[in-house]
């Protein structure tokens, strides 16, 4: 996926990391630069929002409990497949997923 727009960093890089930003797994200025692209291009802000919307139904719903891997596996696939049409004719295909499901402290 690319918006068409010239970033510092390509969409597809920034979609790959998402789980990355969300879980806080990287340093700061990595963190830095991916926010940098967010704040510059409203698709990958889009896709970020599904996927920060995901990440807290999973601690919603699981309850702290840990997902199989089988689960994980099968909801990976049904992600994949997962195309999303817009009114204006685009659509949005989720390209790379990870699935991890962590019980919060405090």
Known sequence: MSCGQPHEMD???????????????????YRHKLEQHLDECSPCL?????????KLLFARKCGGDHASVDFRE?????????????????????????????????
Not at 11 to 29: K, P
Not at 46 to 54: A, C, D, R, S, T
Not at 76 to 102: C, L, S, Y
């Open 11 to 29: 969409c597809r890089e920034m979609l790959a990391e998402v789980w990355t930003l969300l879980d806080h797994e990287c340093d700061e200025d």
């Open 46 to 54: 889009e896709q970020y929002g599904l996927e920060e919307k995901l």
């Open 74 to 106: 099968r909801l990976r696939a049904a992600i994949r497949e997962a195309v999303v049409r817009r009114p204006d004719g685009t659509t949005v295909e989720i390209v790379q997923t990870a699935i991890e499901v962590r019980r919060e402290q405090g």
